[in-house]
């Protein structure tokens, strides 16, 4: 969380962005870890903000005031109860409505938020803790990679995925966003500031 805001705060700062805040959206799984856990899609989406001074400085002593700022901030956000997608979510779900007028409805609905939509959407998988087999002619696989829609007026989302002690990292943008050219830009900027975060109290 705090690698993808330090990231997009050094993107906008080089493309001369106006100085503001960044809101990240994150799902939350809400799944319970027991034999009552059920199949399916049990997460929620919250949104974690940043102000623009947060992210003025990659200095050690700041990153690690930022982390725990994080922390906290997210453990709060996971505590409170919501709506799976949000309220806004539920109301264009309830099956009232047909679905083509629903459809329309979300369309016009994303392009008059578009002033209000968070920053970017990260998901973190986590770590897959046993290899994929696709069986023998495919073989295992030795890395993930996920990724969820990049629409626009957000155009951008980034996927963290972990596996045999490696973090890998999917962006997907939209093309009316960035280019092949940004996205590899986007990725380094990533991996500097992932190493910034290894700081030691």
């Known amino acids: 969380m705090v690698t993808t805001a330090l990231t997009l705060a050094h993107w906008n700062r080089a493309h001369g962005a106006r100085p503001g805040p960044l809101r990240i959206t994150m799902p939350v799984d809400d799944r319970p870890r027991d034999a009552a856990m059920p199949i399916g899609n049990g997460t929620r989406l919250v949104e974690v ?76 998988i986590g770590r897959v803790p046993y290899p994929l087999d696709f069986g023998a ?18 155009g951008l989302t980034v996927t963290t995925a972990s596996t045999a002690g490696r973090l890998h990292l999917a962006l997907r943008w939209s093309r009316a966003l960035l280019g092949d050219g940004d996205g590899a830009h986007l990725r380094d900027l990533f991996a500097h500031y992932l190493h910034t975060t290894e700081v030691t109290p």
Request: charged share 15%.
């Open 137 to 154: 002619r495919a073989g295992r696989a030795h890395a993930v990679w996920f990724s969820a829609p990049a629409r626009m007026p957000r």
């Open 49 to 124: 903000a940043f102000s623009h001074e947060e992210l003025t400085s990659s200095e050690p002593a700041h990153t690690l005031a930022l982390l725990g700022r994080t922390a906290v901030r997210t453990r709060a956000l996971k505590a409170l109860p919501r709506p799976q997608l949000g309220h806004g979510a539920t109301l264009l779900t309830a099956p009232v409505t047909p679905v083509s007028w629903r459809a329309a409805l979300t369309r016009g609905l994303r392009r008059a938020a578009a002033p209000w939509t968070s920053t970017t959407l990260l998901s973190n």
